[in-house]
């Protein structure tokens, strides 16, 4: 079955410091992308990062980058140099290429402390 | 210019009632979704349309029903609304389905009371 887990509901980090929210999939498709959503407390979703299940390299956008284990099936979100801005709830997605279906892990919460 | 706009972003209603939400995006995306999530924060997928054509109804209750009058609209009408549906509904939209980034609008928090 298609799924999404994120194992850590809450997370702190140090202002400045970098972190690390898991997530992991089960798929058995070749073909699917991979999504990581920020939601702060007001409550938009906001898009991060974008990694497609064939790109050899892992994806980076500015301070975000997505260390993507295939073998693992795994696809972490590393968050460079937090900012207190970057407290929120995050979210990983997956979706397969050909359908019109996408799945969300529980979220983790991230707190950065001045 | 906002891509995905959604109204109204509060709704508060006595159970019973009927309501309806709006959304539009202006990006020129084929294919829209509503997003349910609950008061744990977890997202799930509620319908999605492309061209204007349901594409994926996911054991939705009857009395949630969808209209996509065009390709940049698609509107969610509730029927005797439950205390159970009070959530935060969210539309997005993405170019295609499957594995294309999908671009959410602000949610609207419905409250039935």
């Known amino acids: 079955a298609q799924k999404i887990t994120q194992t850590q509901p809450g997370m702190f980090v140090q202002e400045k410091e970098a972190v690390t929210l898991d997530c992991t999939y089960d798929?058995?498709?070749?073909?699917?992308?991979l999504f990581w959503y920020k939601q702060p407390s007001s409550g938009e979703m906001i898009f991060l990062i974008y990694?497609?299940?064939?790109?050899?390299q892992n994806a980076t956008e500015g301070r975000y980058s997505l260390n993507f284990q295939k073998a693992r099936k795994s696809a972490n979100l590393v968050i460079s140099a937090s900012q207190l801005g970057d407290s929120a709830m995050y979210f990983c997605?997956?979706?397969?290429?050909?359908?019109?279906?996408?799945?969300f892990g529980t979220g983790t919460r991230l707190k950065v402390l001045a | 210019d906002t891509a995905v706009s959604q109204t109204p972003k509060y709704l508060v209603t006595q159970m019973g009632n009927d309501k309806s939400i709006k959304c539009e995006q202006n990006?020129?995306?084929?294919?829209m979704y509503w997003y349910k999530q609950d008061s744990k924060k977890f997202l799930k997928i509620m319908f999605s349309?492309?061209?204007?054509?349901?594409?994926i109804n996911e054991t939705v209750p009857n009395r949630f029903s969808p209209k996509s009058p065009d390709k940049a609209h698609l509107n969610l009408h509730i029927n005797s609304l439950e205390l159970g549906d009070s959530a935060v509904y969210f539309c997005?939209?993405?170019?295609?389905?499957?594995?294309?980034?999908?671009?959410f609008g602000p949610g609207t928090r419905l409250l039935v009371l």
């Open positions: 997005a939209s993405s170019q295609a389905g499957g594995a294309e980034t999908q671009y």
């Open positions: 798929t058995s498709d070749q073909s699917y992308g």
């Open positions: 990694q497609g299940s064939y790109d050899e």
């Open positions: 997605a997956m979706s397969h290429t050909g359908t019109y279906k996408y799945i």
């Open positions: 990006l020129g995306h084929d294919t």
């Open positions: 349309y492309n061209n204007k054509e349901l594409i």
